[in-house]
């Protein structure tokens, strides 16, 4: 199999370039594309990109994998590879600090936008507050975002407009705090989002969808919230 | 070293894991100026992985669950050198805590009236182990590290804590008076090395499960906290003892949680016996760690091992439905079908014993407060270092931790270490600046990197290492295999620090970063090498061929390793609780 994988060191490369290696699969199994890469790395160190738990659920490895954003460590070669061929690159729509490695800062402060955490003015009772099976329930789907931008950046929305428009990852954990019965702070999230950009960018290409490694649904996420929104309009 | 950058903080928090992360949220909401400092953006760190639960006696499953029988359960788990003292304070303050995390958002599972989930868990009982399995366990599915992670840095991102992500920290600066005054930092964005100079130096830089060949932990639990602690003169305690989980996926070393075996599942051998009635009659597959991973590694020696080279049992699930399954272990079921190509609602899961927690670390207080030994034998703290979470060893786990309380000890201890330091900012501190030859030996590993010009591949060197830790100090251990390998591992130091940094770029240089993590596995490896033979006994996970029984009268003690004559020491384990009467040593039986 030929590895083609997307090479900028700005210390010494001018502009970005392919770098080809070959690389033999084993007969018996198949391997995640992250194997590979740590094999390709042990033998060339200056091979950039960011990994840690090597299970799906740190969120480091988000890349570009055969023109499909993923993660490394959950995409088995066998799905990825065509003609023979694995092609990675960085993740699209955000800037390269070093080959695979992008520069999530706006990534993040679309997240940190949202305010991604409970907020219930309430007085805190003794023990934890109580939530009915049902409500909890409202949380899945939701909660489980790795944050690993493999949706967000394969939004053309997000790339047009990456500034105003959240994206999905951050709609969805926008999503996460409204849907919980134990955030009271509904009406403020709503009205912070009640502009042009913030949510109704989306136009619903569902590119998000299949990019998530979780099998999440941030588009879904996105029409409750618009609906939500609509509601509070009238 | 003019141009060494230089950052100040009252607070610096070394990893931003659940412990750094709960250490931070209480300092930083004291307003003192603290930093959390990360090698990994913080929700990449390991705590993200842990699954199955957080153990408090929230008495939610049973209204009647006490505390104390909690403490009891750590204390036996422990084989009893766990510290009774803080024993104490983590299951007494431990409602309080998952109380307050709940309260932050963490998206627990519910019971009928709404209460948090609880499941059983290995280890766990009623009554002072009179009243059988306990369910004890708080869980958001089996996600809940993952979940109580993403809280804790939303909870920070509200209290405006300053992050320093993708930062690695080199080595702890120590001035001429013995007294941490902060680290030495490589930016890795730009490759740029500053002192990062703080008041005090909390470490919550984890595990170093990397050191084995087989291992649960993530490819950056390289145990950078410990090894910082060793070259600066600091001893680690029971670093003998790591914990093989019971059920790894064989051949990949990926974690099947516990909750598991607690939500009804069991181990078969290649004869479709549940061979765990045979060695724990009455706990059977939830009995404690150490005893399930020895068992299994019986069943396999002696031939009972499943698959084609009968080299791993299985763990059986499908008889619990798919709504048990997918709604109580969902998490299991996508990490099953992904890499052990195996769906356990059909089919039983491949498992092995497998590296997953380090129970020793950095002796510390209840406070956090890092601990050395005078020559009296006495304990002496370190002035200016703290650490919490897995790097320490404070010690609550012992010989053995029970499942569940690994995320029970980050937020109990994060928290305590926060709240102390909060008063010792408060009263005041003064210290000598670093000068430039302090600060010249937390960098010389750098510059040793930097300047070698040939010599063998790092990643390789690695390979050996794990191999060799594998091979030498898994579930049972021999003497002649360690001494070999104590051998063996000097000869890999010397390779080691003339090995080739062949990558000497500044922009987000990820070699320069695993040969500085290779330094910090050598460290620990060769610690838990000389702390494991020199344990002459078998206690908790720490089992000796030659040695086979628990030895009271020599080794009821911590041990206590220093780096630089490499010499083992004891310390007392504490047994003076204060608001019950100390559980004394009895024989383990489950």
């Known amino acids: ?234 | 070293m003019k141009n060494l950058r230089t950052l100040d903080f009252d607070g610096l928090i070394v990893g931003g894991g659940g412990a750094g992360l709960r250490a931070g949220l209480q300092l930083a909401e004291s307003g003192y100026k603290t930093a959390v400092l990360s090698k990994v953006f913080p929700t990449r760190s390991h705590t993200v992985s842990a699954q199955g639960g957080i153990t408090c006696a929230i008495a939610s499953e049973d209204p009647d669950d006490d505390w104390r029988w909690h403490m009891y359960d750590t204390v036996k788990g422990s084989d009893y050198i766990g510290d009774q003292d803080a024993i104490e304070y983590m299951c007494s303050v431990g409602p309080q805590v998952v109380y307050e995390l709940e309260h932050m958002g963490l998206p627990f599972s519910r019971t009928e009236t709404g209460r948090i989930y609880q499941r059983p868990f290995g280890g766990q009982s009623k009554d002072f182990g009179r009243g059988g399995q306990a369910s004890r366990t708080c869980a958001a599915e089996d996600r809940t590290g993952h979940a109580l992670l993403h809280t804790l840095f939303q909870a920070n991102l509200k209290a405006d804590t300053t992050f320093l992500n993708e930062w690695f920290a080199v080595d702890l600066v120590r001035n001429q008076d013995g007294v941490i005054v902060g680290v030495i930092a490589i930016e890795v964005e730009t490759g740029e090395l500053v002192f990062v100079r703080s008041k005090v130096t909390l470490l919550a830089t984890g595990g170093a499960g990397r050191i084995y060949d087989s291992t649960t932990n993530a490819l950056t639990n390289t145990g950078d906290g410990v090894a910082m602690a060793l070259r600066t003169g600091v001893p680690v305690q029971d670093i003998e003892m790591w914990q093989f989980h019971p059920t790894g996926i064989h051949g990949m070393g990926i974690l099947v949680t516990e909750g598991s075996r607690g939500e009804g599942g069991y181990l078969i051998n290649c004869d479709g016996e549940r061979f765990m009635e045979r060695y724990a009659p009455t706990a059977k597959d939830l009995a404690s760690r150490d005893v399930v991973s020895r068992s299994m590694v019986i069943e396999i020696d002696e031939g009972r091992g499943c698959g084609p080279n009968k080299d791993h049992v299985y763990l059986k699930l499908d008889h619990l439905g798919t709504e048990v399954l997918n709604s109580r272990l969902g998490g299991i079921m996508e990490l099953c079908k992904t890499y052990a190509l195996v769906d356990p609602a059909v089919e039983p899961i491949p498992v092995v014993p497998t590296c997953h927690y380090m129970m020793g670390g950095i002796a510390t207080q209840v406070s956090g407060q890092a601990l050395s030994q005078d020559e009296q034998s006495d304990d002496v703290p370190v002035p200016g270092l703290y650490a919490v979470g897995e790097v320490a060893c404070v010690s609550v786990h012992g010989a053995n931790r029970l499942g569940g309380n690994s995320l029970l000890d980050l937020v109990v201890f994060g928290r305590a270490a926060g709240l102390h330091i909060q008063d010792v900012l408060g009263q005041g501190i003064s210290q000598r600046d670093a000068s430039a030859s302090d600060l010249e030996a937390a960098l010389a590993r750098v510059a040793r990197w930097e300047e070698s010009q040939k010599g063998e591949n790092p990643a390789e060197l690695k390979a050996e290492l794990q191999a060799l830790m594998g091979s030498s100090f898994s579930v049972f251990r021999t003497e002649q295999k360690m001494q070999d390998a104590i051998s063996k591992l000097e000869d890999l130091r010397s390779r080691i620090e003339a090995a080739h940094l062949t990558d000497k770029s500044e922009v987000f240089n990820t070699a320069r970063v695993e040969a500085l993590e290779l330094d910090n596995l050598l460290e620990v490896a060769e610690a838990t090498a000389i702390a494991a033979e020199g344990r002459r006994e078998s206690r908790g996970a720490h089992a000796r061929v030659d040695f086979e029984e628990r030895d009271d009268e020599n080794w009821l003690f911590h041990s206590l390793y220093f780096a630089e004559d490499r010499s083992l020491r004891k310390r007392a384990v504490n047994f003076a609780p204060s608001t019950v009467e100390p559980f004394e040593p009895v024989k383990r039986e489950y």
Not at chain 1, 100 to 110: A, G
Not at chain 1, 130 to 141: A, T, V
Not at chain 1, 156 to 165: E, G, L, V, Y
Not at chain 1, 198 to 216: H, Q, T
């Open chain 1, 1 to 234: 199999m030929q590895v083609s994988i997307y090479r900028f060191i700005p210390d010494s490369d001018s502009e970005p370039r392919m770098q080809d290696y070959e690389y033999d699969l084993p007969d018996d199994r198949d391997l995640m594309v992250l194997e590979v890469l740590e094999n390709l790395k042990a033998q060339d160190p200056s091979i950039g990109y960011r990994r840690s738990c090597r299970e799906g659920v740190c969120g480091s490895d988000g890349m570009n994998i055969n023109g499909q954003n993923g993660l490394a460590c959950k995409t088995p070669v066998s799905e990825a590879v065509s003609r023979d061929r694995l092609v990675l690159r960085p993740l699209p729509g955000l800037p390269v600090i070093r080959d695979l490695i992008v520069d999530m800062s706006q990534f993040y402060r679309q997240y940190e936008r949202v305010e991604p955490f409970l907020t219930n003015d309430n007085p805190r009772p003794a023990q934890e507050r109580l939530q009915s099976q049902e409500d909890r329930e409202k949380l899945d789907g939701l909660y489980e975002c790795i944050l690993c931008a493999c949706c967000t950046t394969s939004c053309p929305s997000f790339w047009w407009n990456p500034d105003k428009f959240l994206g999905p990852a951050a709609l969805l954990q926008s999503y996460r705090f409204l849907a919980d019965s134990r955030d009271t702070a509904t009406e403020e999230r709503l009205s912070k989002l009640d502009d042009p950009f913030s949510v109704f960018r989306c136009r619903g290409v569902m590119n998000c969808v299949n990019a998530c490694p979780k099998d999440l649904n941030p588009t879904r996420a996105i029409n409750e919230i618009r609906t939500l929104l609509i509601k509070n309009g009238t």
